[in-house]
Nanobody
Framework: QVQLVESGGGLVQAGGSLRLSCAAS????????MGWFRHAPGKEREFVAAINCSGAITYYADSVKGRFTISRVNARNTVYLQMNSLKPEDAAVYYC?????????????????WGQGTQVTVFS
């Protein structure tokens, strides 16, 4: 059974940092793209960042560009999201997702597997 399990969420003061992890099991995703999305109450799900299979190509939403960094360690079947300079508007449930295929994707509908999410709360 394929599983994506996020961790690393929590409560942080504005300006602080968190590092999210997404560990995959049941399948190797080294040849697949990975991404992070978030969903805040009352808002639609939002693309945050994506990375291609090798990790050489990344793409970010304008709202997080320069503050967030997506990375992956294929040997660990794990993808990360380093979040710096957090703002209250970054608060949401963050989801890891995997898209079969090598190229990164922005559209959530292109992703095949999803984790259960991890809560990020940012207070000012």
């Amino acid at each position: 059974q394929v599983q994506l399990v996020e961790s690393g969420g929590g409560l942080v003061q504005a300006g602080g940092s968190l590092r999210l992890s997404c560990a995959a099991s049941g399948r190797t995703f080294s040849n697949d793209a990975m991404g992070w999305f978030r969903h805040a109450p009352g808002k639609e799900r939002e693309f945050v960042a994506a990375i291609n299979c090798s990790g050489a190509i990344t793409y970010y939403a304008d709202s997080v560009k320069g503050r967030f960094t997506i990375s992956r360690v294929n040997a660990r079947n794990t993808v990360y999201l380093q979040m710096n300079s957090l703002k209250p508007e970054d608060a949401a449930v963050y989801y890891c997702a995997a898209a079969l295929g090598t190229s990164y994707r922005v559209n959530g509908d292109a992703y095949d597997y999803w984790g259960q999410g991890t809560q990020v709360t940012v207070f000012s």
